[in-house]
Structure formats: structure tokens, C-alpha cells
């Protein structure tokens, strides 16, 4: 429902984005992630037909921005990062206004704002003055502004920016309720709310598409091994040994704690193992190529009698995945500084 060819905004500092490409289907709700002056803003501007590309085109339900502004802007509703509110209207009267500036007919308007005001639990706030709404109430009138034409698509800038937790919750609540029925677009630099609203991101770095992608399956496509963490009963050098001579192994990464002391007979007979109570190694294990080789490792352990106590496949997290593209370490580095870290729940700082 959404083309963007190879379009290119080019300031006059040079900066904008280049030859971004992508396209959205019907119902997905697409994340647009990206470090501060990445290009979102650029981005959504033209796809919302308020800035115009200096190359490429911008097609929205086969209509283009460039030929048809005017009807494709009809199948969009933009919420920018600060919402275009009157301060002095009230809540009505500032539907009422944007209602007729989209020309819905005069007749269909009061069923129009009725119905977003219950879309948006705006009921009992329609006579208040916007300027006295909190921030989230704001952001509600917002929304309430980009669906009242009914866009096919919707595209958010950073939608939940500025909102305390609670108001946070309940945006995002209300775009997972939009996302029923409307395409959305939404730029943030959040990844939970990636991980919690959105079927697909893109990531954006320096005005270019880095990344397209569903976020449950961005770790295997980025991750160059297969990573296992294990914690193993027995001797320490016994196993660390046997886990590096088993086939399919690229690596073997002992982690932080120490492992208990071990007799030095077992260390020095490791075939004739014997695990005292408590003795385990926890090791991360990295196959030698992107093989799953859990069960290699099951048989191995098993066949030496060194029980593995847990097993747990790693895998980048969409935080560690973010820092790689948009900070151009290489996957190498990374893995060699430790390899995946656990999944953030923090927003990505600004640069
Ligand atoms: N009107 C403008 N004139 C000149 N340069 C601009 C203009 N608007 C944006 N830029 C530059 O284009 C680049 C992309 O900016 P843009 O605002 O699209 O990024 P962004 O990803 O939305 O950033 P943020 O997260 O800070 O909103 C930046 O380098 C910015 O400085």
C-alpha cells in the first residue's frame, strides 16, 4: 500500500537521507528506528507529502504524492512530533475545525468526531480547553486528528516522546488498537516499543535504510555463529576440554564466576571424570558455523558423563543489533567483546 523508490532528500548542508527503498503491505505496523538526525523525520515528511523528495517517488495506494498529492494525502494521517493542536480550542471545536479542513462532509462530521472521541477515550474531556490537557491527553487529540479522515496508513513521529510511564502504556495501547485497522508507520528510538507494537523494523542510519526485518528474526540473520551458554557438572579443564574437541565447536568462552576448584587427578584424568557435588563450568559455546548444535552437546556431555545443568540458546538482542549498524563496529569486534548482551528494556540514547 506503500512504495518509497529511491528517494532522496538532499539539504543544503548535504545532510537528508539517500535513496531509501522500502515498501509496506496492508496491516503491517512497521517500527522506524534510527539514532538522532538518522532521517525519520525527512522520511515521514515526504511520505506525508509535506516536503518534496529531490529524487525518487512516493506511490500510496497506487496513487503518486508527486502527481496526486491531494488524494494521496487523504489515505494518510500523520501525527509529527509535536502535535499540530490549537492551544485555546477546545477539544470539539478543534475536531470540528480539522474535520472541515479534510472537507468531510457536514453531515457524516458529528458521527466522525463522536466516534474518535470514544477511539481515543477523549468522553468527558470534548468541552475542555487543550492547553489545560496533560501531555498524553494531548497526544490522544493528536491521534484523534490523523484518523478522523479514516488514512489507510498512519504514520506517527515518535508518538510516545516526552510521555510519562503511565501515558506511555496507554499510547501504545491505543496505536496496537489503531494497528486493527490502519497501516502504521511509527519512528521511535525505543526498542521495547519495537518489540511490544511492531511486526517489522527498519533501521535508518545516517539518511540510509540499514536493516529491514521482522525483530524475532533479526538475530539469526544478523548473528554470524550459533551461540549455546551451558553450565556443566564436572571438572573444569575436562570439560572445557571436551567442549572444544567436540565436532561443529568454533569457540569456547568461559564465563565470569568461578568455577569450583577441581581435584588435581580429575584434571589430570579426564576421561575417568568424577563430579564432585557443586562443580560446574558455565561456558558460552559458539558453533563453528550458524548450525544449532545443542544437540551435539547434549550427546557429548552426556556420553562423558558430565551432566549439563542448563542450556540456553544466546541471541543478539535488538539493542545489540541497533549499536552494531548504527555505530559501524563490525559482528567480529562485537563477538570477540563478548558477544550478545542481555535484551535491553531501555531507550537507545540520543547522540
Ligand atoms: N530543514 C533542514 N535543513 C537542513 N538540514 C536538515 C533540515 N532538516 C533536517 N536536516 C538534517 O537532515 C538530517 C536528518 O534529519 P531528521 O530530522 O530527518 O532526522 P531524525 O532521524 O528525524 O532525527 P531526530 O530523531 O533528532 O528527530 C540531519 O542531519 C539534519 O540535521
Given at each position: 500500500?506503500?512504495?518509497?523508490?529511491?528517494?532522496?532528500?538532499?539539504?543544503e548542508?548535504?545532510?537528508?537521507?539517500?535513496h531509501?527503498?522500502?515498501?509496506?503491505?496492508?496491516?503491517?505496523?512497521?517500527?522506524?528506528?534510527g539514532?538522532?538526525?538518522?532521517?525519520?523525520?525527512?522520511?515521514?515528511?515526504?511520505?506525508?507529502?509535506?516536503l518534496?523528495?529531490?529524487?525518487?517517488?512516493?506511490?500510496i495506494?497506487?496513487?503518486?504524492?508527486a502527481?496526486?498529492p491531494?488524494k494521496a494525502?487523504?489515505?494518510i494521517?500523520?501525527?509529527?512530533?509535536?502535535?499540530?493542536?490549537?492551544p485555546?480550542?477546545?477539544?470539539?471545536?478543534?475536531?470540528?475545525f480539522?474535520?472541515d479542513?479534510?472537507?468531510?462532509?457536514?453531515?457524516?462530521?458529528?458521527?466522525?468526531?463522536?466516534?474518535?472521541?470514544?477511539?481515543l477515550?477523549?468522553?468527558?474531556?470534548e468541552?475542555?480547553?487543550?492547553?489545560s490537557?496533560?501531555?498524553?491527553?494531548?497526544?490522544?487529540?493528536?491521534?484523534?486528528?490523523?484518523?478522523?479522515?479514516n488514512?489507510?496508513?498512519?504514520?506517527?513521529d515518535?508518538p510516545t516522546?516526552g510521555?510519562?510511564?503511565?501515558?506511555i502504556?496507554?499510547?501504545?495501547?491505543?496505536?496496537?488498537?489503531?494497528?486493527?485497522?490502519?497501516?502504521?508507520?511509527?519512528?521511535?528510538?525505543?526498542?521495547?516499543?519495537?518489540n511490544?507494537?511492531?511486526?517489522r523494523?527498519?533501521?535508518?542510519?545516517q539518511?540510509?535504510?540499514?536493516l529491514?526485518?521482522?525483530?524475532?528474526?533479526?538475530?539469526?540473520?544478523?548473528g554470524?555463529?550459533?551461540?549455546?551458554?551451558?553450565?556443566?557438572?564436572g571438572?573444569?579443564?575436562?570439560v572445557?576440554a571436551e567442549?572444544?574437541?567436540?565436532?561443529?565447536?568454533?569457540?569456547?568462552?568461559?564465563?565470569?564466576?568461578?568455577?569450583?576448584?577441581?581435584?588435581d587427578?580429575?584434571?589430570?584424568?579426564?576421561?575417568t571424570?568424577?563430579?564432585?557435588?557443586?562443580?560446574?563450568?558455565?561456558?558460552?559455546?559458539?558453533?563453528?558455523?550458524?548450525t544449532?548444535?545443542?544437540?551435539?552437546?547434549?550427546?557429548?556431555?552426556?556420553?562423558?558423563?558430565?551432566p549439563i545443568?542448563?542450556?540456553?540458546?544466546?541471541?543478539l538482542?535488538?539493542?545489540?543489533?541497533f549499536?552494531?549498524?548504527?555505530?559501524?563496529?563490525s559482528?567480529?569486534?562485537?563477538?570477540?567483546?563478548?558477544?550478545?548482551?542481555?535484551?535491553?528494556e531501555?531507550?537507545?540514547?540520543?547522540?
Open positions: 500500500m506503500l512504495e518509497v523508490k529511491q528517494v532522496s532528500k538532499l539539504y548542508n548535504q545532510r537528508g537521507v539517500r531509501i527503498d522500502f515498501s509496506m503491505n496492508r496491516g503491517e505496523i512497521v517500527g522506524f528506528l539514532p538522532n538526525g538518522a532521517g525519520k523525520t525527512t522520511t515521514m515528511r515526504m511520505i506525508t507529502g509535506y518534496n523528495p529531490t529524487h525518487g517517488t512516493i506511490t495506494d497506487g496513487m503518486s504524492m502527481d496526486h491531494k494525502r487523504q489515505q494521517g500523520y501525527l509529527p512530533e509535536t502535535p499540530p493542536l490549537y485555546e480550542m477546545s477539544v470539539r471545536a478543534y475536531l470540528q480539522i474535520a479542513l479534510r472537507g468531510i462532509p457536514v453531515r457524516e462530521q458529528k458521527q466522525r468526531i463522536g466516534g474518535v472521541i470514544e477511539r477515550g477523549l468522553e468527558g474531556r468541552r475542555q480547553i487543550i492547553r490537557l496533560s501531555k498524553g491527553y494531548k497526544q490522544r487529540i493528536g491521534l484523534a486528528q490523523a484518523i478522523l479522515h488514512p489507510d496508513l498512519l504514520v506517527l515518535e516522546s510521555l510519562d510511564p503511565k501515558q502504556i496507554e499510547i501504545r495501547q491505543l496505536i496496537r488498537e489503531l494497528g486493527e485497522n490502519h497501516t502504521v508507520l511509527l519512528s521511535t528510538h525505543i526498542l521495547p516499543e519495537i511490544t507494537l511492531c511486526n523494523v527498519l533501521i535508518i542510519n539518511g540510509s535504510i540499514v529491514d526485518g521482522q525483530p524475532d528474526q533479526l538475530a539469526n540473520t544478523m554470524e555463529t550459533f551461540e549455546v551458554s551451558l553450565e556443566v557438572k571438572p573444569r579443564e575436562a572445557l567442549l572444544r574437541d567436540t565436532p561443529g565447536v568454533g569457540s569456547v568462552r568461559e564465563l565470569t564466576g568461578e568455577p569450583t576448584a577441581l581435584a587427578a580429575e584434571a589430570a584424568a579426564p576421561d571424570a568424577v563430579t564432585a557435588e557443586g562443580e560446574t563450568v558455565k561456558v558460552v559455546v559458539a558453533s563453528a558455523d550458524k544449532d548444535i545443542r544437540e551435539t552437546l547434549f550427546y557429548r556431555m552426556a556420553d562423558k558423563r558430565y545443568v542448563s542450556m540456553k540458546k544466546e541471541s538482542s535488538l539493542e545489540d543489533i549499536l552494531k549498524l548504527t555505530t559501524n563496529e559482528l567480529d569486534s562485537a563477538a570477540a567483546d563478548g558477544g550478545p548482551t542481555p535484551e535491553a531501555e531507550a537507545i540514547p540520543h547522540a
